[in-house]
């Protein structure tokens, strides 16, 4: 084979690799089903003890109020943060309670995922005659809503942060009420 023929072969395998890379990694249009049913993967996920999904998925990250940025090492922490209060578990797994769109473009999206828990309560929160917040001892059980943006990178879910600054917003939020959440468990 001449220098000519070798180099020619070098130069079209190497425009071909390119060209096959580009095309691979062209990010697909967003598809809102897809991510109603990886929201309702994660919460999944989050029940069974596995925020990081199972496989492991490498590119999710998680970011809490308590914890930041949730390292791998601090599933325990997340794991009792999210799936019990003062000491008790909750009375029934977490659930969607809603999911609203909260913007993007073509191939990446945000949502505002709300969850919501039956946690457990030691102490009621009121106001006295001075206004001000004082704890009464009531143990119950309480319904608790929590605020999670979920950011999407084409049809894969990416990072997922807990926002409850988010529920002033909520009102002004487009909610997907045809979202296909499948019941957990299935």
């Not at 991510?35 to 990081?52: K, T, W």
């Not at 922490?77 to 609203?100: C, Q, W």
């Not at 999670?148 to 997922?160: D, I, M």
Request: hydrophobic share 40%.
């Amino acid at each position: 084979m001449t220098r000519f023929a070798l180099a020619s072969l070098l130069l079209t395998g190497s425009i071909a690799t390119a060209a096959l890379a580009t095309s691979v990694g062209s990010p697909r249009p967003h598809d809102a089903r897809l991510a109603c049913i990886e929201m309702s993967g994660l919460v999944a996920d989050f029940i069974e003890g596995q925020p990081f999904a199972a496989p492991l998925d490498p590119y999710r990250t998680i970011y809490t109020d308590e914890l930041g940025e949730v390292e791998r090492d601090e599933l325990e922490a997340f794991n009792t943060a999210m799936l019990t209060s003062e000491g008790k578990r909750d009375l029934k797994p977490m659930s969607i309670y809603s999911v609203h769109t909260l913007g993007g473009n073509e191939t990446d999206r945000q949502y505002v995922l709300t969850i919501q828990r039956v946690r457990w309560r030691t102490k009621r929160l009121e106001l006295d005659d001075m206004l001000d917040v004082i704890a009464i001892d009531d143990p119950h059980w309480e319904t608790h809503h929590s605020f999670w943006l979920v950011a999407f990178e084409s049809n894969s879910l990416r990072t997922v942060r807990e926002a409850d600054e988010l529920l002033r917003l909520k009102p002004q939020l487009e909610r997907l009420e045809d979202c296909p959440l499948p019941p957990l468990g299935e």
